[in-house]
């Protein structure tokens, strides 16, 4: 079963518009949440993580996501994007009873046009 | 300091040769994990490893494929007679221990079986 969805697979903005990134997963047990971007012919890095504490997290570049409990969703945005901010970018859940692993959405590929 | 180093880059094979995939985590890291992405698809978790030993190798497709790691170090990743659809890029991260902490990407190998 999937339990990491990616809504979007491509999402195309200009430069300097607002973007969001949607994820949702769907878990019956505590997750732990993350989204990493993968640049063209780079490793993937990470961007943002929850643990636990405050639902509104900030990661690098500008960019935050906020965990939504009650709609499982944990959507990525950034308010003003660059063209240097296009790239694959994953979400990806650790369960509480999964141990280690990571388990990763398709990957949405945002590109970014002047 | 150093990331997470992967050899070769890419690899092309013929079907049913054998491969060795090698990952070199960043020292002092415990933990180590391989995923594998095909094309157009998200990251499905392989095996991890909590020092040398792999507690959880649940990912592993099949029996053609094993993975060892020596100590803290080097890890490899051995596809025995390979198949066209083992043909993904294979990913390997290292974090400093396992549950909280953030999982490091290596660039990953590419692997072609024709």
């Known amino acids: 079963a999937q339990s990491v969805t990616q809504l979007d697979s491509q999402v195309p903005v200009f430069e300097e518009a607002p973007v969001e990134l949607r994820c949702n997963y769907s878990?019956?047990?505590?997750?732990?949440l993350f989204w990493y971007v993968q640049y063209p012919n780079q490793g993937l890095q990470l961007l943002l993580k929850?643990?636990?504490?405050?639902?509104l997290v900030k990661g690098i570049n500008g960019f935050e996501a906020e965990f939504n409990k009650s709609q499982t969703s944990f959507h990525l945005r950034k308010p003003s994007v660059h063209i240097s901010d296009t790239a694959e970018y994953f979400c990806?859940?650790?369960?509480?009873?999964?141990?280690?692993?990571?388990?990763f959405g398709e990957g949405t590929q945002l590109t970014v046009n002047p | 300091g150093a990331g997470v180093s992967q050899s070769p880059s890419n690899k092309v094979t013929e079907k049913g040769k054998d491969v060795e995939l090698r990952c070199d985590p960043i020292?002092?890291?415990?933990?180590l994990y391989w995923y594998r992405q095909r094309l157009g698809q998200g990251l499905e978790f392989l095996i991890y490893?909590?020092?040398?030993?792999?507690?959880?190798k649940s990912g592993l497709p099949s029996d053609r494929f094993s993975a060892e790691r020596t100590g803290e170090s080097v890890s490899t990743l051995t596809i025995q007679r390979t198949q066209q659809e083992d043909s993904a890029v294979y990913l390997c991260?290292?974090?400093?221990?396992?549950?909280?902490?953030?999982?490091?990407f290596g660039p990953g190998t590419r692997l072609t079986v024709l």
């Open positions: 991260a290292s974090s400093l221990r396992q549950i909280w902490d953030t999982q490091y």
């Open positions: 490893f909590q020092g040398n030993s792999a507690p959880d």
């Open positions: 020292s002092g890291h415990t933990a």
């Open positions: 878990s019956s047990v505590s997750v732990y």
């Open positions: 990806a859940v650790r369960k509480e009873t999964s141990g280690s692993r990571l388990t």
């Open positions: 929850y643990l636990s504490g405050s639902t």
